[in-house]
């Protein structure tokens, strides 16, 4: 009843993202009346895995205790508070811990309020550093088939045909270099041999490489070797190219460390996180710097040689304090040591699906484990079917085309890891 009632009211008022609204005329919009741990719950009683930490977000489960006392107590002592010429203790805090717990040299942080408006400001600094040393260097290079968010800089620089075709008239000029083809370390030096060739050919242009480590997300999952990032990082050093590294998805532990970068043992020139950093609970971002960059910006004062970039909300307190509560959790609890255990746990599980005519491929960095199905033309949206069937099965998938995938909240246990791969097992087989 009360579901019906609210679906109604909602699609009255609402206009959902990434949705073609119409399908809701047959597909049920799920009103959660709440949420624990990686449990959602509708008005009606039924329970949902949430497979897909809601959007990538979710680290510690919905309602964690923990991150709830510590945004409480945050909240009755100072909600928020302009961060120019003013400060406060939990954005100091918080910065302290990521410049000591990121890569070497990333010194500095400058904070924003969601992830496309953090590639933003990495896009911004980066031009502008290069600008500050007398340097006009304005192309981005971006990786083919590569997301960095839906605003208008940051859609240039992805390659994601779907989200970004229409608008290719409005966007500025970027150019892409190859992927590596697969996650082997071949493909790794092939492409990063292909980027070199750019380079030789347009490196004075260049102000910098833009990536997302080891894992593109929205571009269905791909997945490459560590290799192509010790490779590029040489590569942007010789040609003067800053490297940033997007880490909007893959930080806070999606790929087995902390931070995708460790895997490669390299430090970027500027480090972008969101989503995961404040365990999921608030709108927060951060670009870290170098102290080098900095540099470039500090001098007495000349208006064009300051960043004067801002955003309302911020270094948000109440947001700053869940990315505290969420950094102590990792710390406390041993998280990246427990989660290989469960990424373990869940790469024995995905063998199992190779069984299945209509899988072409699995693969699996860290706690990101992907499915690929085959043999489905994009119009029988293979993906919705799956989806739908979850829903049914009390789990949230939610396939990006023929691709299905687990990323669950670090909270998840083995026996609810059963559940939620046998349910896609049995979504698959049943196609
Ligand atoms: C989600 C995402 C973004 C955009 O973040 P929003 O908060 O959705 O704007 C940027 N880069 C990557 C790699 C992402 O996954």
């Not at 990121?102 to 969601?114: E, G, M, R, V």
């Not at 942007?236 to 087995?256: P, Q, S, W």
Request: aromatic share 10%.
């Amino acid at each position: 009843m009360k579901n019906n009632e609210l679906k109604n009211r909602d699609l009255d008022v609402l206009w959902h993202p990434c949705t073609q609204m119409k399908d809701h005329e047959t597909l049920p919009l799920i009103p959660i009346k709440k949420a624990h741990g990686i449990y959602l719950e509708d008005f009606e009683g039924n329970r949902y895995i949430d497979a897909i930490s809601s959007w990538w977000v979710n680290m510690f489960g919905h309602t964690n205790e923990y991150i709830n006392s510590k945004i409480k107590e945050q909240l009755d002592t100072l909600e928020h508070v302009i961060l120019a010429g003013f400060t406060h203790e939990p954005v100091i805090r918080l910065s302290e811990r990521l410049v000591k717990l990121t890569p070497a040299n990333l010194d500095k942080c400058f904070y924003s309020d969601n992830g496309s408006s953090a590639v933003e400001l990495a896009l911004k600094m980066s031009y502008h550093a290069h600008y500050n040393d007398g340097k006009k260097k304005s192309l981005f290079v971006s990786l083919s088939n590569s997301y960095h968010g839906e605003t208008i800089g940051a859609l240039s620089v992805g390659d994601v045909k779907l989200y970004k075709e229409t608008y290719e008239p409005l966007l500025i000029k970027t150019v892409q270099t190859p992927v590596p083809v697969d996650m082997s370390e071949t493909a790794a030096v092939e492409a990063a041999q292909k980027f070199e060739e750019l380079c030789q050919e347009k490196a004075s242009q260049i102000s910098a490489l833009i990536l997302e480590p080891l894992i593109q997300g929205a571009g269905y999952m791909h997945m490459y070797h560590a290799k192509y990032l010790v490779l590029v990082r040489e590569i942007c050093t010789k040609y003067d190219i800053h490297l940033i590294a997007d880490e909007v998805m893959v930080g806070f532990g999606r790929t087995g460390e902390l931070f995708a970068c460790e895997k490669a043992g390299i430090s970027p020139d500027f480090l972008i996180l969101s989503k995961g950093l404040t365990g999921g609970y608030l709108p927060l971002s951060v670009v870290l710097t170098s102290n080098n960059i900095y540099a470039k910006f500090y001098c007495d004062y000349n208006e064009h040689k300051a960043f004067l970039h801002s955003h309302s909300y911020t270094g948000n307190a109440l947001a700053c304090a869940a990315a505290n509560a969420t950094l102590d959790i990792f710390e406390n609890n041993n998280i990246i040591a427990k989660n290989k255990e469960l990424a373990e746990y869940m790469s024995q599980k995905l063998q199992k699906f190779l069984q299945l005519p209509n899988v072409s491929q699995i693969r699996q960095t860290g706690m990101v484990c992907v499915v690929e199905l085959q043999g489905y033309d994009a119009k029988e949206r293979i993906g919705l079917k799956v989806y739908e069937y979850g829903l049914q099965h009390g789990v949230l998938l939610r396939p990006l085309g023929h691709i299905v995938y687990f990323m669950p909240p670090y909270v998840i246990t083995k026996e609810e890891i059963d559940i939620m791969m046998d349910t896609a097992y049995e979504a698959i087989k049943n196609l």
